[in-house]
Structures are given as C-alpha cells and as structure tokens.
C-alpha cells in the first residue's frame, strides 16, 4: 500500500527557516515534488525533483528553497530558508509511482509564517 506521510510543519517567523519532510513506502517512486496551496489560492508546484536529482523550483522560492532527496530511505525534504508571510500554505508531498505512474499524494503539513 502506498502512503506518503509529510512532517516538520509549523508555525516560524518571517526570517525563520523550517525543513519539511515526507516519508514514502510501499513502491518505487521516480519524480518527487512539494506543492503548497494557500486559502483562496490554487494549489501551486514549489519544487520538483527526479530520481537522478534533477531539481525545478517556482520563481518565488529559487535561491530559498532547497528540495533533497534519498532514493535508500525513499525520502524527499524541503529545507525553506528566509521564509516570508506569502509562504504560509499547507504543504503537501507528490510522489510517482515507477510502475504505474501514478501520482499519489501526502495528507499535508501547514506552515504558517507570521510577520
């Protein structure tokens, strides 16, 4: 059965850094991702990765952001860095299964960044 669990939200102020991570089982997974989606907003891709560790960032988080992975404990994390009040959202892991390709979901984790 595939899961993916998400842990490390919370509340930080701005400036602050807070690290994500999501903990996958039950497959083999190739691309990751980390999307966020904020009330009112639409659910918005933040940060991509690949098996091989090629990496994709939205404009708004490159150069503060940094997304990692370890193929071994099929982990993915997301290390958000001079985090702003515009980065509040609940935050939720993407993952592709190999097999089928399907994509399967985290439950999410908010992060709130207060001013």
């Known amino acids: 059965q595939v899961q993916l669990v998400e842990s490390g939200g919370g509340l930080v102020q701005a400036g602050g850094s807070l690290t994500l991570s999501c903990a996958a089982s039950?497959?083999?997974?190739?691309?990751m991702a980390w999307y966020r989606q904020a009330p009112g907003k639409q659910r918005e891709l933040v940060a991509s990765i690949t098996r091989g560790a090629r990496k994709n960032y939205a404009d708004s988080v490159r150069g503060r952001f940094a997304i990692s992975r370890d193929n071994v404990k099929n982990m993915v994390y997301l290390q958000m860095n001079s985090l702003k009040p515009e980065d509040t959202a609940v935050y939720l892991c993407?993952?592709?299964?190999?097999?089928?390709?399907?994509?399967?979901w985290g439950q999410g984790t908010q992060v709130t960044v207060s001013s």
């Open positions: 039950g497959s083999t997974f190739g691309a």
């Open positions: 993407n993952a592709v299964e190999v097999r089928t390709s399907v994509e399967y």
